[in-house]
């Protein structure tokens, strides 16, 4: 059994509930304790670096009490712990990162507007906290689905063939796994790639399409590799597609079980915790539950 728990936030909303849902399934799925939390909010005036988080305290907390009425009767439920802290959310939930194997929150937090696609708590625990974190759409999401998806459940995963980190690779192979899912590995090259030869005149590349997506899906195929024969139980498609990664990796999300993808490296011009453009926007319009991965630590 996994010692670090699955974390689920929840705040009484239905996005927290599915997120709480999903969780479940998942902690059961990796025979690991899960572990409901609740922020309570501070007054608006709190700010994140001078008030954190005040010491749990989980009794009469009605947010809590209604989770714990939901799981009564549940049979095959893994071990449930519950937490309330009194805190500001946005600093509290990457927090929590630091003692989770998965982190699990909705879309969109009870006090979001209703036209948000992603709410500013699940926005700083994806870019912010030290483990996995999994934001779950609210149903009925419509995306421009790609082509066939094939049957059976599937698990679908960002690969940078330029720069792959192993942690997201091993952390899409071990969900995959644990679903009995199919890995789509969606790894995308710019194209049409124009070279500007004067002052507003294009002229066509000197390489050919069909070369381009040859290397980019021998790349994928590489590192793809070792995560194969450490699971020879998931079948992992290499898909080398044209244009834009977000779009594609938004499209595969139909249907799809979960979409992984990673979080952007600290570089030295950069050294805060960012996310990239091509994480955002899955976030905001995936279909699917989406795992943001935090890089691999650097290699001494």
């Known amino acids: ?12 909303s239905e996005d927290s509930t599915r997120a709480l849902e999903w969780a479940l399934d998942t902690a059961r799925r990796r025979a690991a304790p899960l ?25 009469g907390d009605p947010v809590l009490d209604e989770v714990r009425a939901r799981l009564a009767d549940r049979t095959g439920t893994p071990a449930v712990e519950y937490v309330a802290v009194e805190g500001v959310p946005g600093a509290v939930l990457p927090e929590l990162g630091s003692q989770a194997a998965l982190l699990v929150l909705g879309s969109r937090g009870r006090g979001g507007f209703a036209s948000l696609l992603l709410g ?18 609210p149903p009925g999401r419509q995306v ?16 940078h063939a330029d720069s792959p980190d192993e942690a997201v690779l091993d952390f899409a192979f071990t969900e995959a ?12 090259y710019p194209w049409p790639v124009q070279i500007w030869s004067a002052p507003g005149q294009m002229v066509p590349p000197p390489v050919d399409q069909d070369a381009v997506e ?3 899906r021998a790349l994928a195929e590489g590192f793809l590799a070792p995560h194969r024969k450490r699971h020879p139980e998931v079948r992992a498609d290499a898909e080398a597609l044209p244009g834009d990664a977000a779009g594609h990796l938004v499209a595969a999300s ?16 950069a050294p805060a915790r960012m996310m990239g453009s091509v994480t ?21």
């Open 280 to 300: 955002q926007a899955v976030l905001l319009h995936a279909a699917s539950p989406v795992a943001v991965v935090p890089p691999a630590p650097p290699q001494e």
């Open 144 to 159: 421009h689905e790609g082509g066939p998806a094939g049957p059976g459940p599937r698990v679908v995963v960002g690969l």
């Open 35 to 59: 572990r409901v939390v609740h922020v309570r909010q501070y007054a608006a005036w709190g700010q994140a670096d001078v008030l954190v988080a005040a010491p749990p305290e989980a009794e």
């Open 254 to 269: 139909a249907d799809a079980e979960l979409v992984v993808v990673g979080r952007h490296r600290r570089r030295l011009l």
């Open 1 to 12: 059994m996994s010692t670090a728990p699955v974390i689920a936030a929840v705040d009484g």
């Open 120 to 137: 500013s708590n699940g926005l700083a625990a994806a870019r912010d906290a030290e483990c996995p974190v999994v934001v779950v759409p």
């Open 214 to 216: 040859n290397e980019t």
């Open 177 to 188: 796994a644990l679903r009995d899912a199919r890995l789509q590995v969606v790894a995308a």
